[in-house]
T-cell receptor
C-alpha cells in the first residue's frame, strides 16, 4: 500500500528565506508526482507535476525535484513571501491505480514579514 | 472556463442527522472524484466516477455514505446518519478522463461540522 509522508507538518520562516518542503513515498512504481497548494477555506491549486521519467520541474520561484529510487521529492520555493503562506501537499499517482491520487498530510507554511 | 462548483460551502449538523453535498464538474469532464479531508490530513479518495459508473469506491464507508452521478454530470454525496468523525472538508474534483496523465481540478470544498 502506497504511503506518502510530509515532514515537517508545519514550518515558519522569515520573509526572504528559501523554503524546502519534503515528501517521501513508499512505492516507487509511480506515474508522476504532483505538488499542490491549499489556502484556508479553498480547494487545491496545482503547482507542479513531475513525470516519473523527469528529475525536476521549475515554475518561477518554484522548483520540484524527484528521486524515484529513494522515494523522495523536494519542493523549493526561493525568496519566500508572506503570500506563500499556505499548506503544501504532495500526491502521487501509482501505475496500478490509474488517475487516483494518494496524498501526504501536508506541510503548513507561515512566512513572517 | 468555469471551475468545479460545490454547495453548500459550510454545513453544521448534529450526529445521527443526514446531509447531502452537491458537485458540478467542469463541462466535458468525464471523471469525477469525491475526497474527504480531515483537519491536518491530506485528502483521501472516497469514490471515483467515470461518466455515471463507479470506478473506485473502495474507501467509501458504504454503511453510511452513498454517492450518485445521474446522467454523468452533477454528483451528490450523502451521509446518513452522520457521526462525529465525519467532520471534515469534502472536496470534489474532475478530470477529462481516468488515465494517469489527466490533471484533476478541485472545487472549493464543503466544510462539514458534526456536533
Amino acid at each position: 500500500k502506497q504511503e506518502v509522508t510530509q515532514i515537517p507538518a508545519a514550518l515558519s520562516v522569515p520573509e526572504g528565506e528559501n523554503l524546502v518542503l519534503n515528501c517521501s513515498f513508499t512505492d516507487s512504481a509511480i506515474y508522476n508526482l504532483q505538488w499542490f497548494r491549499q489556502d484556508p477555506g479553498k480547494g487545491l491549486t496545482s503547482l507542479l507535476l513531475i513525470q516519473s521519467s523527469q528529475r525536476e520541474q521549475t515554475s518561477g520561484r518554484l522548483n520540484a525535484s524527484l528521486d524515484k529510487s529513494s522515494g523522495r521529492s523536494t519542493l523549493y520555493i526561493a525568496a519566500s513571501q508572506p503570500g506563500d503562506s499556505a499548506t503544501y501537499l504532495c500526491a502521487v499517482r501509482l501505475k496500478a491505480a490509474g488517475n487516483k491520487l494518494t496524498f501526504g498530510g501536508g506541510t503548513r507554511v507561515l512566512v513572517k514579514p | 472556463e468555469a471551475g468545479v462548483a460545490q454547495s453548500p460551502r459550510y454545513k453544521i449538523i448534529e450526529k445521527r442527522q443526514s446531509v447531502a453535498f452537491w458537485c458540478n464538474p467542469i463541462s466535458g469532464h468525464a471523471t469525477l472524484y469525491w475526497y474527504q479531508q480531515i483537519l491536518g490530513q491530506g485528502p483521501k479518495l472516497l469514490i471515483q466516477f467515470q461518466n455515471n459508473g463507479v470506478v473506485d469506491d473502495s474507501q467509501l464507508p458504504k454503511d453510511r455514505f452513498s454517492a450518485e452521478r445521474l446522467k454523468g454530470v452533477d454528483s451528490t454525496l450523502k451521509i446518513q446518519p452522520a457521526k462525529l468523525e465525519d467532520s471534515a472538508v469534502y472536496l470534489c474534483a474532475s478530470s477529462l478522463e481516468t488515465t494517469a496523465y489527466n490533471e484533476q481540478f478541485f472545487g472549493p470544498g464543503t466544510r462539514l461540522t458534526v456536533l
